[in-house]
Antibody, heavy 125, light 107 residues
Framework: EVQLVESGGGLIQVGGSLRLSCAASGLIVSGTYMTWVRQAPGKGLDWVSIIYSGGTTLYADSVKGRFTISRDILKNAVYLQMNTLRAEDTAVYYC???????????????????WGQGTTVTVSS | DIQMTQSPSSLSASVGDRVTITCRASQSITIYLNWYQQKPGKAPNLLIYAASSLQSGVPSRFSGSGSGTDFTLTINSLQPEDFATYYCQQSYSTPRTFGQGTKLEMK
């Protein structure tokens, strides 16, 4: 069974740091695109970061310079190091696989087809 | 960044109804459009990708259409388990932006 399990969330003060982990089973994190998506309380989904299979990383403007995505091939896990946390970073953080999917009429398209259960980050002042 | 706008923001319907949710992109994304369903306290679930391709395991009452900038998600014969929030998302470019969501509630 393909599964993602996040951990590492918690209550942290403004300006603090936290590292989220996403342990994968049934898939190889280095062989696919892995992303982090967050959801503030009562709000919609907000894309945060991606690490491509080749290792390239990208970030949302709102977290650029503060968050770092990485992966550990031996542990088959993805991480999100979050520094200089702000109150507006309070959210449930999900990791997801950004999977290559075959379109009905051909072609390759990407979609988040496997998600973890989420881990809650609360940044307090 | 590509902006995604969904309408309506909320929708009331009854079991057995047919409902349609629309999503508009701020520029052409051809068919790089996904739809997700999210229930309270749960992670989102991919329903439709490439605008109209049904993800494995998703009931056939869900369908998607559109290309360019305008897209629709249709649910035929609503079932009790379909009351949830639906999001569109573009996969044309990064950041992979989402619409603001459409909450489907029971009338």
């Amino acid at each position: 069974e393909v599964q993602l399990v996040e951990s590492g969330g918690g209550l942290i003060q403004v300006g603090g740091s936290l590292r989220l982990s996403c342990a994968a089973s049934g898939l190889i994190v280095s062989g696919t695109y892995m992303t982090w998506v967050r959801q503030a309380p009562g709000k919609g989904l907000d894309w945060v970061s991606i690490i491509y299979s080749g290792g390239t990383t990208l970030y949302a403007d709102s977290v650029k310079g503060r968050f770092t995505i990485s992966r550990d091939i031996l542990k088959n896990a993805v991480y999100l190091q979050m520094n200089t946390l702000r109150a507006e970073d309070t959210a449930v953080y999900y990791c997801a696989r950004d999977s290559a999917l075959s379109g009905f009429y051909g072609g390759t398209y990407y979609g988040f087809d496997v998600w973890g259960q989420g881990t809650t980050v609360t940044v307090s002042s | 960044d590509i902006q995604m706008t969904q309408s309506p923001s909320s929708l009331s319907a009854s079991v057995g109804d047919r409902v349609t949710i629309t999503c508009r992109a701020s520029q052409s994304i051809t068919i790089y459009l996904n739809w997700y369903q999210q229930k309270p306290g749960k992670a989102p679930n991919l329903l439709i990708y490439a605008a109209s391709s049904l993800q494995s395991g998703v009931p056939s009452r869900f369908s998607g259409s559109g290309s360019g900038t305008d897209f629709t998600l249709t649910i035929n014969s609503l079932q009790p388990e379909d009351f949830a929030t639906y999001y569109c998302q573009q996969s044309y470019s990064t950041p992979r932006t989402f619409g603001q969501g459409t909450k489907l509630e029971m009338k």
